[in-house]
């Protein structure tokens, strides 16, 4: 589109990444307690998955949307942009399952990479349909497939980053995750154009909601999840991250278990002798 390289406020685009590798450390600091010693934890489960679907990918997206400032008002529909939190966060579900019960299977590590490549997929049609404005918007599918291809690119290093038993490996992760985000984002505005055209009975403010509003409801994003993350996870003692992996399960331990055993029984047997 012409005209959102030249209006774009970058300031806002800077933020938006912020906010994004934020929330990303956030989810990964979380989710390393999705399955600790092999067991399920659904809440931390839910909660990675709320973090990464509200802090990481609606908030730095809407507010991305905003930096754009074309010469024309612009709204949102209140049900597509809930819309655009609950469908990434149902595709982050299965995504983090996978990736921090299950990431040490090869090739599932991708695999939760495309499911959360697909939940920001769908962030991204829906929040680009939410858009209430006095005109036709267009798409160009070549920018919005690569956009979403870029994000799942970008997603796989940054998973298997997250998933490290060294924690400043999820420092790296954050600001890879971040950048899928933004980059999906970024690409994905290549396509988008916004023709001027008579929209019959447009109503901008009727079960919608106004920049100013999507602004204050990404700021309590970012505090409702960061409190949580900061109080659930980042609270937990750090002893996790020098055990082995959790995703590795009780079959690790067990092979800990059995060579501490077997050290014990070759140390008396030379004791004796």
């Known amino acids: 589109m012409d005209f959102w390289l030249s209006d774009v406020v970058y300031g806002l685009l800077v933020v938006s990444f912020l906010v994004a590798a934020f929330g990303a450390l956030s989810t990964f600091s979380a989710a390393r307690w999705i399955a600790p010693a092999g067991r399920t934890r659904l ?63 090869p090739g599932l ?15 991204n049609y829906l929040a680009a349909a939410a858009i209430r404005v006095q005109g036709l918007i267009v798409h ?6 690569a956009g979403v291809a870029l994000a799942v690119l970008l997603a796989v290093p940054a998973m298997y980053l997250a998933r490290s038993p060294r924690p400043r490996y999820r420092y790296v992760a954050a600001p890879v995750m971040a950048l899928a985000v933004l980059s999906m ?24 909601l106004t920049p100013p509003l999507i602004l204050l409801l990404a700021g309590l994003s970012v505090v409702v999840f960061s ?47």
């Open 43 to 105: 809440s931390w489960l839910l909660l990675s998955a709320m973090i990464l679907a509200g802090c990481t990918a609606w908030a730095p997206y809407f507010l991305g949307l905003l930096a754009v400032t074309p010469d024309t008002l612009i709204t949102f529909d209140a049900r597509l942009a809930l819309a655009a939190f609950l469908a990434p966060l149902l595709a982050f579900l299965p995504g983090l399952y996978l990736a921090y019960r299950w990431g040490h299977v």
């Open 109 to 123: 590590i991708p695999l939760a990479a495309v499911f959360i490549g697909g939940g920001l997929a769908a962030m």
């Open 140 to 145: 160009d599918e070549f920018f919005l497939f």
């Open 185 to 208: 984002y970024v690409v994905s505005m290549g396509g988008f154009e916004i023709q001027a055209a008579a929209v019959a009975d447009l109503d901008y403010f009727t079960g919608a």
């Open 227 to 273: 409190i949580l993350s900061l109080t659930l996870g980042l609270s937990q003692s750090d002893s996790y991250d020098n055990a082995p992996a959790a995703s590795d399960s009780s079959d690790e331990i067990q092979r800990v278990r059995e060579e501490i055993k077997r050290r014990h029984e070759a140390l008396k047997a030379g004791a004796d002798s």
